[in-house]
């Protein structure tokens, strides 16, 4: 019997792999490492695959369910509160990174606020701020020969609203003596200018924070100037200012308190330490833009919009510029930043002592994002559709002429009627209802933005029925499955009573999914 040897003597491929019988020390050396290199690179592929397939074994077990919906309708939030009730450890991991974005938050507000103020003084001369029936590009164009508009300014609050506003404070921390006359028009321009200048340092930190935020990734259309942010952006956040760090650690008590509640071994950002430091020396001047008459007025008179972020986020400013600031989960909660692609969030749940993955998928939902989702659509076992019924009188930053509500409903029959996500478990959250209630306690009338809402009364309960009537409605005549619809009136960062809806969720997708587990 022949004994096994490596090269057979007859066997054809032996013969073709044969060293030549020439073959020297060092050829032969270079010959077995890469062989060796060869046989390792073959061996971790066959580990890949084995691991790919067990992989795709486990998730034909696993629950994939898509969170979707137009921009800032709530998604990224709602997922928020998913890691929240599922692995609230990660939450807390990433706190320094949401920092940054909070920072960017208020830096990109201060900056939003002054241009704004800067747009009107160019067009604007004396008495009346005007409400929101013009835009400012129209006066700009008005200003061309047809007629000049009254402009925000100092001298249009009235000496009564002055006093009853927090105007006076505003006046004496912008100008820094409180001597200033309340009834000049010229005061109130230059204390806008002073804060103006007083804030410029803190505000050409905008793009710094961006990139730091974004990896340095540009996204054309990224609406107000916003940063998108692709999946894993927290740990990369961290990485990139990791690269960004030359010296040693700081070691003073509050970056120790800081760095030990957040995280043993992140060392502070310099760039955000630094934003931190001209935030705090910047709050006075911060509040007084925030409180200061022209400001408000504009506000009141809704020439200046600003978001929901931006405005919880300089109303807490104080807590937000203190040296030793960590976002609280509230926080975190109301910081914004857009969504780029699809970010995968894997959960273990568990009910009734199963405990099954769940895969989160959070899209993106700006226009030019929504081509990503549909990779997603196959094997997805459900869908929450955030649809956010404040934004009634918001325009998509994408196409100004489309009202956001429109844009909901386009998108809900959309996704109603795909023919991949037929058998798909549906469920609608009609969503921010808690900014729905103030918009409409501040006297805001539906009808003048969605005409067809007629002469119906525009308080809450009627407006919500409204609109979910035509979500159902679309849901209806695309329903040929008669599949059921799940509807919910949400405000997502209602911590308590949003964990108490996933809860309602997460059973009745539980339910389908064992009905469709007994049917395969
Ligand atoms: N007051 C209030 N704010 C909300 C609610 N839902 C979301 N927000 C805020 O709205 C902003 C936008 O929410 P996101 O969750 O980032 O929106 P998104 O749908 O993920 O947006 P994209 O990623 O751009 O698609 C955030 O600042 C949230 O804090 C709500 O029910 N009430
Ligand atoms: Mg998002």
Request: glycine share 4%; aromatic share 6%; charged share 25%.
């Amino acid at each position: 019997m022949r004994t096994p040897s490596l090269y057979s003597q007859d066997d054809p491929i032996t013969i073709a792999m044969k060293p030549p019988s020439t073959e020297t020390d060092e050829e032969r050396t270079a010959r077995l490492a890469a062989e060796s290199e060869a046989k390792r690179i073959s061996e971790q592929i066959d580990e890949e695959l084995r691991e790919e397939r067990e992989r795709l074994r486990k998730r034909k077990g696993d629950v994939k369910l898509l969170l979707l919906g137009q921009a800032e309708s709530g998604k990224s939030t709602l997922q928020k509160q998913f890691q929240l009730m599922y692995k609230p450890n990660s939450l807390d991991q990433e706190r320094t990174s949401w920092k940054t974005v909070i920072y960017f938050n208020v830096v990109h507000t201060l900056k939003h606020i002054l241009t704004t103020l800067e747009a009107w003084d160019d067009v604007l001369d004396d008495d009346d701020i005007p409400d929101d029936t013009t835009s400012i590009s129209t006066k700009k164009l008005m200003r061309g020969g047809i007629s000049d508009q009254p402009s925000p300014s100092a001298s249009l609050i009235s000496e009564t609203a002055m006093q009853s506003s927090p105007a006076s404070l505003a006046r004496s921390e912008a100008s820094g003596s409180g001597n200033h006359s309340v009834s000049s028009k010229e005061s109130g321009a230059q204390q806008i200018a002073s804060l103006r200048r007083k804030l410029s340092p803190i505000i050409a930190a905008e793009e710094q924070l961006a990139d730091r935020l974004s990896g340095g990734i540009n996204v054309s259309g990224s609406g107000k100037g916003g940063v998108y942010v692709r999946s894993g952006w927290q740990a990369r956040t961290i990485e990139n200012a990791l690269g960004k760090i030359k010296t040693k650690r700081p070691s003073t008590a509050t970056d120790k308190k800081a760095r030990d509640s957040v995280s043993q071994d992140i060392p502070p950002d310099p760039l955000v330490q630094e934003i931190g430091r001209m935030l705090e020396v910047s709050e006075a001047d911060i509040r007084a833009l925030w409180n200061h008459p022209t400001v408000r007025a504009m506000i009141a008179k809704r020439r200046l919009k600003l978001d929901e972020w931006s405005e919880f986020f300089l109303k807490h400013i104080s807590r937000v510029s203190s040296p030793d600031y960590i976002p609280t989960t509230d926080d975190i909660l109301h910081a914004r930043i857009q969504t780029m692609g699809v970010a995968e969030h894997i959960f273990d749940v568990n009910i009734h002592g199963k405990s099954v993955t769940w895969h989160l998928y959070d899209v993106g939902g700006a226009r030019g994002q929504r081509h990503s989702w549909v990779p997603y659509f196959d094997d997805a076992n459900a869908i929450i559709f955030v649809a956010p019924v404040s934004a009634f009188d918001q325009y998509l930053e994408e196409d100004p002429r489309t009202n956001r509500i429109d844009d909901s409903l386009q998108l809900f029959t959309q996704i109603c009627s795909n023919a991949l996500l037929k058998n798909v478990h549906l469920v609608l959250f009609l969503n921010k209802t808690d900014l729905l209630k103030a918009k409409l306690e501040q006297g805001l009338k539906v009808r003048k933005y969605i005409t067809s809402f007629g002469e119906r009364s525009n308080d809450y309960e009627t407006v919500v029925q409204y609109f979910r009537a035509h979500f159902l409605q679309v849901h209806r005549r695309n329903n040929e499955n008669r599949r059921v619809l799940y509807t919910h009136f949400t405000s997502v960062v209602d911590t308590k009573a949003t964990q108490r809806i996933i809860g309602n969720v997460r059973d009745s997708i539980f339910r389908g999914y064992l009905q469709s587990a007994a049917l395969v």
